[in-house]
């Protein structure tokens, strides 16, 4: 399978490139995402493509956006990649892009969690609470949450660490009115999400979505949605509490970081060896495979 580390689409102007999204701009109204290979441990892009992975975000992306499209409106125009690229650059958009409209992003991102895991679990332990939401005592790590919280996070800079800040915070930043829309619609999105994917064998964790407004100040659903980049997925058969369960994403790569005493989880990347790569590269085909029931389409 070939794989794609960086674009070079030189028909449109470039935007920028993200740390696995290079954008480029369609007129004035719409953008050109296209979604690499490239993989981001500890917010630090590796120096190695995990080949067909933009592929797999891209299509997970594309199948919940058709699956959620009820709850919100979403970035999607329907535009083929291949039509605003040169006859020479369509390899590089096949599969893997989106024509989305031009949205202004808002600057928080909706973090929603349903079980305790991660920054959470050591939140909780620290504290009894999530974000400063108080927990019942006694929670075990992995369990399912009584309900699922809604935990901001203010957007950093390429290569920075989100920020997780109180909803009070988040209010004061965008407004009262838009805050509770964004906290009311992603935890609509995630329990329809977790709903659809147990049928599938799959635990939704946790996710995180990102929100922009159009023109007329209308929120959509933008950027990658429920992808294994996005969230936890766990398979429902090997889940049990007391313990951080498998997922399909990159844990084999941050679990081989984990392993080297002499990184200290800042650029430049160290190397990830063969092996390391194509587990990954099994895990995120096997999450698309188990959610949509279709082999990835390449």
Same mark, same amino acid.
Request: with cysteine; hydrophobic share 40%; net charge negative.
């Given at each position: 399978?070939?794989?794609?580390?960086?674009?070079?689409?030189? &028909?449109?102007?470039?935007?920028? #490139?993200?740390? +696995?999204?290079?954008?480029?701009?369609?007129?004035?109204?719409? $953008?050109? @995402?296209?979604?690499?290979?490239?993989?981001?441990?500890?917010?630090?892009?590796?120096?190695?493509?995990?080949?067909?992975?933009?592929?797999?975000?891209?299509?997970? &992306?594309?199948?919940?956006?058709?699956?959620?499209? #009820?709850?919100?409106?979403? #970035?999607?125009?329907? +535009?083929? !990649?291949? &039509?605003?690229?040169?006859?020479?650059?369509?390899?590089?958009?096949?599969?893997?892009?989106?024509?989305?409209?031009?949205?202004?992003?808002?600057?928080?991102?909706?973090? +929603?969690?349903?079980? @305790?895991?991660?920054?959470?679990?050591?939140?909780?332990?620290?504290?009894?609470?999530?974000?400063?939401?108080?927990?019942?005592?006694?929670?075990?790590?992995?369990?399912?949450?009584?309900?699922?919280?809604?935990?901001?996070?203010?957007?950093?800079?390429?290569?920075? #660490?989100?920020?997780?800040?109180?909803?009070?915070?988040?209010?004061?930043? $965008?407004?009262?009115?838009?805050?509770?829309?964004?906290?009311?619609?992603? @935890?609509?999105?995630?329990?329809?999400?977790a709903e659809y994917a147990a049928t599938r064998g799959i635990i939704i964790a946790d996710t995180k979505f990102e929100f922009g407004l159009d023109e007329n100040g209308v929120m959509h659903l933008m950027d990658e949605v429920l992808t294994a980049d996005s969230s936890r997925?766990?398979?429902?058969? &090997?889940?049990?509490?007391?313990?951080?369960? !498998?997922s399909f994403d990159k844990q084999f790569v941050r679990d081989y970081l984990e392993t080297l005493t002499d990184w200290g989880k800042t650029a430049p990347a160290p190397a990830l060896p063969a092996d390391v790569i194509e587990k990954t590269q099994g895990k995120y085909f096997?999450?698309?495979?188990?959610?949509?029931?279709?082999?990835?389409?390449?």
């Amino acid at each position: 399978m070939n794989s794609l580390y960086q674009t070079s689409i030189k &028909s449109l102007p470039l935007l920028g #490139h993200g740390k +696995v999204r290079d954008n480029y701009a369609v007129g004035d109204d719409k $953008i050109l @995402i296209v979604t690499t290979d490239r993989l981001s441990a500890f917010d630090v892009v590796m120096n190695e493509p995990i080949p067909g992975k933009g592929m797999v975000l891209n299509q997970m &992306s594309d199948f919940w956006f058709e699956k959620l499209g #009820h709850i919100v409106p979403n #970035h999607l125009t329907g +535009v083929a !990649p291949e &039509s605003v690229v040169a006859a020479d650059e369509v390899a590089q958009v096949k599969g893997r892009a989106v024509v989305a409209k031009r949205l202004k992003p808002i600057m928080v991102e909706a973090v +929603v969690r349903g079980y @305790i895991i991660g920054s959470g679990w050591k939140d909780y332990q620290a504290t009894g609470a999530i974000c400063g939401i108080q927990l019942p005592a006694g929670l075990r790590q992995a369990e399912k949450l009584p309900e699922p919280l809604f935990t901001p996070a203010a957007k950093a800079d390429l290569g920075e #660490h989100d920020e997780n800040i109180s909803f009070a915070d988040m209010e004061s930043r $965008i407004g009262a009115e838009l805050a509770a829309k964004m906290r009311d619609v992603s @935890i609509a999105l995630y329990t329809a999400a977790a709903e659809y994917a147990a049928t599938r064998g799959i635990i939704i964790a946790d996710t995180k979505f990102e929100f922009g407004l159009d023109e007329n100040g209308v929120m959509h659903l933008m950027d990658e949605v429920l992808t294994a980049d996005s969230s936890r997925f766990w398979p429902a058969d &090997s889940y049990a509490p007391d313990m951080s369960p !498998p997922s399909f994403d990159k844990q084999f790569v941050r679990d081989y970081l984990e392993t080297l005493t002499d990184w200290g989880k800042t650029a430049p990347a160290p190397a990830l060896p063969a092996d390391v790569i194509e587990k990954t590269q099994g895990k995120y085909f096997e999450a698309i495979e188990r959610l949509t029931g279709q082999k990835l389409k390449v």
